[in-house]
């Protein structure tokens, strides 16, 4: 009897699915499974996989672990600081057990735009809050054009058409990364610095925040997930143009150039020779999120721009004559005043904490004040403006 012989192209085939179910098994073998400690104020690390096995530690509310494996009712976790042992899966949250859900993504074809999330399925219901480009919410149900969403512990209603909608990680929460000058910022495949880089992701952007650990956060945005370090996000939405339509807290002003024909300029940085973003004509409304005496950071919302301009071409409503901040120190002490905007600059003088100064040009990282008569710069971190 002859012997059938596959093709050259079917045995090329075969070895190419082999290859790849190699891969995929190697690369699910490659992946990397954290958890964290939630449920309990602190949780036991153990010898073995049982309660009653030596004690080697615990680990607070919020921590992370390595998981390496499991046994029983118990992971085989490595921490943090080293240790290698067990702890009991009813207080860890992993990253395999993330929950799965239609999540609509705000999406105007007007960037500028924002859509209304309304208190029933009605254009005449009452406007819970608006949402802008990019805010993930977890669709609960939908009839007549209508969802039922819901974004942190708020529920409402949104029209079905200003959304894209997708299958992805359910967050408990939105947050919103936050860095300065809106830099790009890491997400890591792990809650270390010292994890692979996964992606980057601009300032402003929108997150549901899926595991909100001490130190990192385990987010999805774009349908990538992984961890950003918690210093480099906000809860709720706090990107500039939530914060400019709020006001920040600080009232608003109009553009009012000394000639009704010129423009003011909106710029990216407190000086005359840093890039224009916009030019504002007068009566323009603008949030202001930092006033000082010399420059003010504000927010147009028709444009939907941040940026800088010069004081004395807007006129301020609602707001202080003279604008001042405090120095917010940790350990209480006081707050270096320097010379220049740099950490190696002379020291003018220490100011007190709790201390006001008079804001002169507010900056992303450092602000010019002025205090007890005399001008210089303090970090940012070390004031209340850090808080707004």
Known sequence: ?????????????????????????????????????????????????????????????????????????FYRVRTADRKTGYMSKNFLASTDDVTYGNVAIVSNAKATAFLNLRSYPSYAAEVVTILYNGVPLTVLSAENGWFRVQMGSTVGYVRSEFTTVSYQPIGIKVGTIKTPNNTAVNMRVGPSTSAAVRRQFAGDRYVSVIYQGTGWWYVSIDGYQGFISSDFLAEGLQAERDLGRQGGGSGYALV??????????????????????????????????????????????????SGYVMTKYIKLHNLPSTPTLKTVHPQGSFVNLRSAAAMNAPVITRIPNGKSATILIPGADWTKVRYNGLTGYVMNVFTSIAGK
């Open 1 to 73: 009897m002859k012997q059938w012989i596959k093709p050259r192209h079917a045995r090329l085939g075969v070895l190419a699915l082999a290859l790849l179910m190699l891969l995929t098994f190697t690369g699910a073998a490659l992946a990397q499974t954290y958890a964290m400690v939630t449920g309990t104020q602190s949780l036991n690390l153990r010898a073995e996989a049982n309660s009653s096995s030596d004690w080697l530690g615990s680990y607070a509310r919020g921590a992370w672990v390595e998981v390496t494996g499991n046994q029983n009712n």
């Open 256 to 305: 009012n150039n000394p000639v009704s024909t010129q423009r003011l300029n909106l710029r990216d940085q407190p000086n005359t020779a840093a890039t224009i973003l916009a030019q504002l004509s007068n009566g323009l409304k603008l949030s202001v999120l930092v006033q000082g005496t010399e420059w003010s950071k504000v927010y147009a919302e028709s444009l939907a721009a």
